[in-house]
C-alpha cells in the first residue's frame, strides 16, 4: 500500500526525556513536513525538508529536531528542552507546491 | 494578520442545509489551495483543491477570488456525516499553511 507510516500511535514521555517519532512514506514525495497540534488549534510547522539531507525550521522549532538521511524517512525527536510537548503530531509529504499534502495517521505524544 | 484565517465557528446546521465558509490569505503570490476535512482526533484528509475557475464535486463547491485573497467551500444538502472541521490550506513558496479550521455540527 502506498501512503505514510507514523508510529507509535500513542507515546507517553517522561519529563526530561527525549523520544522520537517515526514517519515513512513510500509515495516518492520529495518534500517531508512535522506539524504539531494542540487541542481546538490548528496545525503548526515544526520543521520541513524538500530534499534528502537538507531541512529547515519551521514556525515552532524550539525543542525539537530532526534527521532526513533517506528520501522515505523524516524522524522527528522531542528533546527535554521542549517545555509542552503533548500534542498531537502529523507528518505530512508533497509532490510539489501545486499538490495536495498527505498526512500519516499522527502520533498522540502525552507527557506523564 | 495571520497568514491564513478562518472563522472557527461553530456552525451548527440542519440537515439538509446549506452552508459557506470562507478563508482569507494574506500573500497575493500563493499559487496553490485546497479544502481539508479533519475528523476529531484523526489526521486531516483532502476535500478538494482549489482552482482558479472555481470546481465542484458533488455536493461541494469550491471558489477562489484572487483579487479580494479568499477561497470559499459551498456544502449543499448536509449531511450529519458533514460534521468535521474544514481546514483551509494555502500552498506557500516550501511550506503548505493551514488555517485553524472552522467546526461544522450537522444536526438532525
Known amino acids: 500500500d502506498g501512503g505514510i507510516t507514523q508510529s507509535p500511535k500513542y507515546l507517553f514521555r517522561k519529563e526530561g526525556q527525549n523520544v522520537t517519532l517515526s514517519c515513512e512514506q513510500n509515495?516518492?514525495?520529495?518534500?517531508m513536513y512535522w506539524y504539531r497540534q494542540d487541542p481546538g488549534q490548528g496545525l503548526r510547522l515544526i520543521y520541513y525538508?524538500?530534499?534528502?539531507?537538507?531541512?529547515q525550521k519551521g514556525d515552532i522549532a524550539e525543542g525539537y529536531s530532526v534527521s532526513r538521511e533517506k528520501k522515505e524517512s523524516f524522524p522527528l525527536t522531542v528533546t527535554s528542552a521542549q517545555k509542552n510537548p503533548t500534542a498531537f503530531y502529523l507528518c505530512?509529504?508533497?509532490?510539489?507546491?501545486?499538490?495536495?499534502?498527505?498526512f500519516g495517521q499522527g502520533t498522540r505524544l502525552t507527557v506523564v | 494578520r495571520k497568514e491564513v484565517e478562518q472563522d472557527p465557528g461553530p456552525f451548527n446546521v440542519p440537515e439538509g442545509a446549506t452552508v459557506a465558509f470562507n478563508c482569507t490569505y494574506s500573500?497575493?503570490?500563493?499559487?496553490?489551495f485546497f479544502w481539508y476535512r479533519q475528523d476529531c482526533r484523526k489526521e486531516p484528509k483532502l476535500l478538494m483543491s482549489?482552482?482558479?475557475s472555481g470546481n465542484e464535486d458533488g455536493r461541494f463547491t469550491a471558489q477562489l477570488n484572487r483579487a479580494s485573497q479568499y477561497i470559499s467551500l459551498l456544502i449543499r444538502d448536509s449531511k450529519l456525516s458533514d460534521s468535521a472541521t474544514y481546514l483551509c490550506?494555502?500552498?506557500?513558496?516550501?511550506?503548505?499553511?493551514f488555517g485553524t479550521g472552522t467546526r461544522l455540527k450537522v444536526l438532525a
Open positions: 525538508s524538500q530534499i534528502v539531507n537538507d531541512f
Open positions: 482549489v482552482y482558479s
Open positions: 500573500n497575493s503570490a500563493s499559487q496553490s
Open positions: 505530512a509529504t508533497g509532490q510539489t507546491m501545486n499538490t495536495e499534502a498527505f
Open positions: 490550506v494555502v500552498g506557500g513558496t516550501y511550506k503548505y499553511i
Open positions: 509515495l516518492n514525495h520529495d518534500a
